[in-house]
C-alpha cells in the first residue's frame, strides 16, 4: 500500500513538473493580454526592400539572418527605391495568430556521369516556419502591415516563438503592452 502511495505521488508530482516545462502558456500567440506593440525607436526599412529585420537583440539584414534561430521581420504596405522609416510608437495588435509554413529544398546527395549524361540524386528536406503574426493598425503610419516572429524547424520538433523568445529577438526596439 505504502509503495502505490509513493508512486502515486510521484507520478502526479512528475506530471506536475512536465507541465511546467511544457510552458504553452508563455507561447507569444497567447499573450491576448497585449494590445500595443511599442515600437521604442525609429526603424529604417533597406531600400527595394518592405522588412526589417531583428534577431539577437538587433536589426540584421536580410543576409545576416539566420532562419533557424528565433527572429522577427517587421513588414510595410510596399517596396520603395529608397530607405523608408518606421517612426516609434505605440502600434495597435488588431489580430494575433500563429501559423506554419512547408518549406522544401533538394539536398544533393551523388552525381555520378554515365556516357555524357549527369545523374542527381538527392534527398528533399522539409523545413517548417513556425510563425507568429501580430497584424498592426496605425492611424499615423497606414503603410505598417505586420510582425512575424519564428523560426524555422524540422516538423517533428518545431514549435512556435514564447514570449522570452521574443524579447531576445527584438532586444529593446520593441515590447509588448496592455
Do not use: F, N
Given at each position: 500500500m505504502k509503495r502505490m502511495l509513493i508512486l502515486g505521488v510521484l507520478i502526479w508530482s512528475f506530471g506536475l513538473s512536465f507541465g511546467a516545462m511544457a510552458g504553452d502558456d508563455q507561447l507569444l500567440?497567447?499573450?491576448t493580454?497585449?494590445?500595443?506593440?511599442?515600437?521604442?525607436?525609429?526603424?529604417?526599412?533597406?531600400a527595394?526592400?518592405?522588412?526589417?529585420?531583428f534577431q539577437g537583440g538587433a536589426v540584421v539584414s536580410a543576409n545576416d539572418l539566420d532562419e533557424f534561430s528565433p527572429y522577427c521581420a517587421l513588414v510595410v504596405a510596399s517596396v520603395s527605391e529608397t530607405?523608408?522609416?518606421?517612426?516609434?510608437?505605440?502600434?495597435?495588435?488588431?489580430?494575433?495568430f500563429p501559423y506554419?509554413?512547408?518549406?522544401s529544398s533538394l539536398t544533393p546527395i551523388r552525381v555520378a556521369g554515365i556516357n555524357g549524361w549527369v545523374v542527381a540524386s538527392g534527398d528533399a528536406n522539409t523545413d517548417h516556419s513556425f510563425?507568429?503574426?501580430?497584424?498592426?493598425?496605425?492611424?499615423?503610419?497606414?503603410?505598417?502591415?505586420?510582425?512575424?516572429?519564428?523560426?524555422?524547424?524540422?516538423?517533428s520538433i518545431g514549435k512556435h516563438i514564447t514570449s522570452e523568445q521574443f524579447n531576445y529577438t527584438v532586444g529593446s526596439w520593441l515590447s509588448l503592452a496592455p
Open positions: 500567440y497567447k499573450q493580454a497585449s494590445k500595443q506593440l511599442v515600437l521604442h525607436q525609429p526603424v529604417r526599412i533597406p527595394d526592400t518592405a522588412t526589417a529585420y530607405s523608408q522609416q518606421v517612426p516609434a510608437g505605440r502600434y495597435r495588435i488588431v489580430k494575433l506554419d509554413e512547408e518549406q510563425m507568429t503574426r501580430i497584424k498592426l493598425a496605425s492611424i499615423t503610419t497606414p503603410k505598417l502591415l505586420y510582425l512575424d516572429c519564428g523560426a524555422l524547424w524540422d516538423y
